[in-house]
């Protein structure tokens, strides 16, 4: 089962910022978070993953809190191409790759 | 860089037939995987391999066989399909050591058994 919990769908209008919340309550010390989006049944795309640290790159910033049971991922200035399901997954950073364990992910929709 | 290749991209079988998904890699990855992902639904890891002559199952092996002869490929095999089989199939890859194990998935392969 997956380890994380987020909503199921989100609007966001085109130019403000996508703030998507995941919770991982259970997250043990060594698991990463990582953010992964789908965008109309193409692939998974890789957007950015963090440990403790926020994190930023070029299309998105993590914020993880404190106790890192829960984590922001912002989108700063949403397009329509960013819409999209969004997949926060938690993992061992292991010699064995990881395995990533899906859940149902966020629905961002970004409207006109 | 090809990156991660999936072929064929869509594919109608008959229940009973057998066939082979193909995915590639050029990336020098060790670790590659097969996701299935059905309507609504997350993906879900079928089998996994963390380099050549090694493979192991995931969550939902029954009725997907695979070998691992080469770094760079990582065929699926469907030797009896099913209907229950109809699906998107992703294959992915990464690093296995070093400071990125960020998994690259490939465009997928759409199934459908009749």
């Known amino acids: 089962d997956a380890k994380t919990t987020q909503p199921p769908s989100m609007d966001c209008a085109e130019g403000r910022a996508a703030n998507l919340p995941c919770n991982h309550s259970?997250?043990?010390?060594?698991?990463?978070v990582y953010w992964y989006r789908q965008i109309h049944s193409q692939g998974p795309q890789y957007i950015i993953h963090?440990?403790?640290n926020n994190e930023t790159n070029e299309m998105a910033s993590l914020i993880i809190t404190e106790d890192r049971k829960s984590s922001t991922l912002i989108l700063p200035h949403a397009t329509l191409r960013d819409t999209a399901v969004y997949y926060c997954i938690v993992r061992v950073q292991s010699n064995q790759g990881g395995k990533l364990i899906f859940g149902q992910g966020t629905e961002l929709s970004v409207k006109p | 860089n090809a990156g991660v290749t999936q072929t064929p991209k869509f594919q109608v079988l008959k229940t009973g037939q057998s066939m082979t998904l193909q995915c590639a890699q050029d990336?020098?990855?060790?670790?590659m995987s097969w996701y299935r992902q059905d309507p609504g639904m997350g993906l879900r890891l079928i089998h996994y391999s963390v380099g050549a002559g090694i493979t192991d199952q995931g969550e939902v092996p029954n009725g997907y066989n695979v070998s691992r002869s080469t770094t760079e490929d990582f065929p699926l095999r469907l030797l009896s399909a099913a209907p229950s089989q109809t699906s998107v199939y992703f294959c992915?890859?990464?690093?296995?050591?070093?400071?990125?194990?960020?998994?690259?998935f490939g465009p997928g392969t759409r199934l459908l058994v009749l």
């Open positions: 963090g440990l403790k």
């Open positions: 259970t997250i043990s010390g060594n698991e990463y």
């Open positions: 992915a890859s990464s690093f296995t050591s070093g400071k990125s194990k960020t998994q690259y």
């Open positions: 990336m020098n990855h060790e670790y």
